[in-house]
């Protein structure tokens, strides 16, 4: 099922504003192994917004020093020239693939299991609102969907939508 753990939440100063987290691609398939390009397909088309859509991904490095972009054939921006290989960015292989909406990828890497930092949640934060401004629907991304997605929606003061399916 993907997106996996695709939540809705709402900004508790402007309940019109609203913005998604889930899980990276393939998640519900498990934590490790490579990740095909049609579950990434999957997982794009089962994102919510039907116009422009803003990808905010907080993926980069696992407590072991490895790339969460690893299970892909693409690469994130924090990956080394080793990682990268040959692979396209995820904003590249996304334009490759013309998908019949506008998708945006900005990356903000951070560390799995490790608290993110105060400049990198105040950057996350300038730009989901910037992308909320522009009409842009917004989705939260980190591994499993709930840690470091939860903490950026905490401080931007959103509220899980429990009503939302």
Known sequence: MEPYKL??????LN??????????????????????????DNWIKGLPGEGKVTIVSLLGRKPNG?????FYSFHGKSDTASERKKKPSFQEWIDRRNYDRSIQVIEHPTQDFRPILT?????????????LDRGSCVVLVDS????????????MHY??????S
């Open 15 to 40: 309940n019109r504003l609203e913005i998604y987290t889930c899980a990276r691609p393939g998640r519900s398939r498990g934590a490790d192994g490579a990740v095909s390009d049609s579950i990434v």
């Open 66 to 70: 490895d790339s969460e972009f690893k």
């Open 144 to 155: 499993g969907g709930e840690t470091r997605t939860r903490k950026i929606c905490s401080l």
């Open 159 to 164: 509220a899980e939508d429990s009503s939302a």
């Open 119 to 131: 400049e990198t949640a105040d950057a996350v934060s300038i730009d989901v609102q910037a992308q």
């Open 7 to 12: 939540r809705r939440w709402r900004s508790r």
